[in-house]
């Protein structure tokens, strides 16, 4: 899965990053959540990691919501819709769709780095009265945010993390 994952979505070029800094190499998320096949293999493999007790799932906006929406197919749980903000308008919700209070939700994330945004929204999810304990998300970058989130009482699960992806790439994964 890492190798399908790996030659799906790494980039090579020039590519300026959100740091200010330029690289060679990029790997695109959308590339692996915009291919119904390889996404629904992803959420297959990521329903194993769904812990016992989970009532709601909720994917973050945006690369979230189409690996929530997968994965709540293959597990049968509810899915919540959670914005970086609560819209202004209409039902000015910060999660759409299933209800989030005194429920014990899973956050579902397509790549970690900091694990800020996890944070963040496990907050705001929270306040809103959800129990959550836990985080999934389909590729780790192994840059601190499992730590980070462990920090705020949150358990990471990946299936996949970014040593799998280069182990895959250098064919060493056998």
Do not use: N
Not at 87 to 111: F, I, M, P, Q
Not at 152 to 174: C, H
Request: hydrophobic share 45%; charged share 25%; proline share 2%.
């Amino acid at each position: 899965m890492a190798r399908e994952v790996d030659a799906a979505c790494r980039l090579r070029g020039e590519f300026l990053l959100r740091s200010g800094r330029t690289a060679t190499e990029y790997f695109d998320k959308y590339r692996f959540e915009a291919d119904p096949v390889l996404l629904d293999a992803l959420a297959a493999r990521l329903a194993a990691l769904v812990p016992a007790g989970t009532e709601v799932l909720a994917g973050l906006e945006m690369g979230g919501i189409a690996v929530v929406t997968t994965l709540g197919r293959h597990t049968g749980l509810p899915c919540a819709f959670v914005r970086k903000t609560a819209k202004e308008y209409g039902t000015a919700r910060l999660a759409e769709g299933a209800d989030v209070t005194g429920r014990r939700v899973l956050v579902v994330e397509d790549v970690v780095t900091s694990g800020g945004q996890i944070a963040i929204s496990t907050r705001q999810l929270r306040e809103l009265g959800a129990t959550v304990e836990d985080a999934v998300c389909v590729i780790d970058r192994e840059e601190g945010g499992a730590a980070a989130l462990a920090a705020d009482g949150i358990t990471l699960s990946a299936l996949l993390t970014r040593s799998d992806l280069d182990r895959a790439r250098a064919g060493t994964d056998r």
